[in-house]
C-alpha cells in the first residue's frame, strides 16, 4: 500500500489521481488532516487516514498496512522541518520499505538567498540519516505559480514586472510533476545496496522570463514585455498591491535565486517518469492562464 501526504493539496491530488489510474484503490491510502476535503477520495475506495504532520500517534495509526510513503513537503515554514522529521520517525517505526520526499530542485542550497528552501535540503538530510530506503523528488518551480508571480491576467495589460534578471527556470507542470512522483513510486525497485535515488522532476529547456513573455504573446494574441525591475520597485509595487511588505521582502529571495539562476537546471527525469515529453512552455501557460 502506498501512503500519500498532503493528498488533498494540489501536488498530492495529481499523485493520488495517478496511482488511482494504475492500480486497484485498495492499494492507495492518502493521509490528510481534514476528513471533510477527501469525502471524494474516500468514495473511490482510497483509505483515508486522518493525521497531522504534528500529531504522532496518528502518524503512526496511519502508517498501518503502509509499505511505501510519498511525503509531500508542508507549508508552515518554521515547522516543517520538526513536521517531515515525525513522519520520517513512523515511517521508520512501520518498517515501510521506501520513503519518497517531494523537495526541491536549486543548483546550490549554499549559495540561495531564499531562506525558505533550507528546509528541503534539511530534510532529505533526515531521510539519509534515518538509514530509510529513499528516492528524492527535486521539484521545479511550478508552471502553475506564474500567473500569482504576475498579477493574474493584468499581466496583459501590465505586462510582467520582476526583479529576474536573465535567470531561466525549468518550470513544469503541478499535475505533470503528480504524475511523475506516482509513476516513481509505483516503479522504483529497492535498492538493497543503499544507493540513493534522486530524480530532478523539472523541464528538459529552461526559460527566461522574457520568453514567458514571449510565450504569452504567442498564446494570447496581446503583446506582453518583461521590465527587469529592482527589489525595491518589486516590493513598491507589492506594497501597492496590498502584500504586507515583509512578506514582498520574503518574496526577494525566490528572485535572486532565480537572477543566479538557481533554478534552471534541466532535466530528462520527468520525461523519463513520464514517458512522454512534458508539456511545453506554451502548452503549459494556455492551460494555468485558461487560454
Ligand atoms: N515547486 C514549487 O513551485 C512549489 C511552490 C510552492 C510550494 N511548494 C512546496 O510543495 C508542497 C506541495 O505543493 P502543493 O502545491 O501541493 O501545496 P498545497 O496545495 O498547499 O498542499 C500542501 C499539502 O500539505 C498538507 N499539509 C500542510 N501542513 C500539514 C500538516 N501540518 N499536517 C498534515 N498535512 C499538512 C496540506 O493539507 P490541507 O489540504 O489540509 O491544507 C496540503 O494537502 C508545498 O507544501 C510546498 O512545500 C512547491
Known amino acids: 500500500m502506498i501512503l500519500v501526504t498532503g493528498a488533498t493539496g494540489q501536488l498530492g491530488g495529481a499523485v493520488v489521481r495517478r496511482l488511482l489510474e494504475r492500480t486497484d484503490p485498495a492499494t492507495v491510502c492518502a493521509l490528510v488532516r481534514d476528513g471533510t476535503k477527501a469525502t471524494g477520495l474516500a ?171 514571449a510565450a504569452l504573446t504567442e498564446v494570447s494574441g496581446t503583446a506582453v514585455r518583461y521590465t527587469r525591475i529592482s527589489d525595491d520597485e518589486y516590493v513598491e509595487d507589492a506594497v501597492r498591491a496590498g502584500l504586507p511588505e515583509h512578506l514582498a521582502r520574503r518574496f526577494l529571495g525566490f528572485y535572486s535565486d532565480i537572477r543566479d539562476d538557481q533554478l534552471g537546471r534541466t532535466s530528462s527525469d520527468l520525461e523519463a517518469l513520464l514517458g512522454r515529453e512534458p508539456a511545453t512552455l506554451q502548452q503549459g501557460l494556455r492551460e494555468v492562464f485558461a487560454l
Open 43 to 213: 468514495a473511490r475506495g482510497v483509505a483515508v487516514r486522518l493525521g497531522d504532520y504534528d500529531d504522532v500517534a496518528a502518524l503512526d495509526r496511519a502508517m498501518a498496512g503502509v509499505h511505501r510513503v510519498l511525503l509531500v513537503a508542508g507549508n508552515e515554514p518554521d515547522r516543517r522541518v520538526q513536521q517531515h522529521q515525525n513522519v520520517i520517525d513512523a515511517a521508520r517505526r512501520a518498517g515501510v520499505e521506501l520513503i519518497g520526499f517531494a523537495g526541491r530542485t536549486l543548483r546550490d542550497i549554499r549559495a540561495s538567498e531564499n531562506t525558505l528552501m533550507g528546509d528541503y535540503f534539511e530534510t532529505e538530510n533526515r531521510i539519509r540519516a534515518s538509514g530509510l530506503p529513499h528516492v528524492l523528488f527535486r521539484n521545479a518551480l511550478y508552471l502553475d505559480t506564474v500567473p500569482a508571480y504576475v498579477g493574474g491576467a493584468r499581466v496583459f495589460e501590465t505586462g510582467i514586472r520582476l526583479p529576474a534578471g536573465e535567470g531561466k527556470v525549468a518550470f513544469a507542470l503541478r499535475s505533470e510533476m503528480g504524475e511523475a512522483l506516482a509513476n516513481a513510486m509505483i516503479d522504483h525497485e529497492i535498492d538493497h545496496d543503499g544507493a540513493e535515488r534522486t530524480h530532478v522532476v523539472a523541464a528538459p529547456r529552461a526559460h527566461t522570463f522574457d520568453d514567458v513573455a
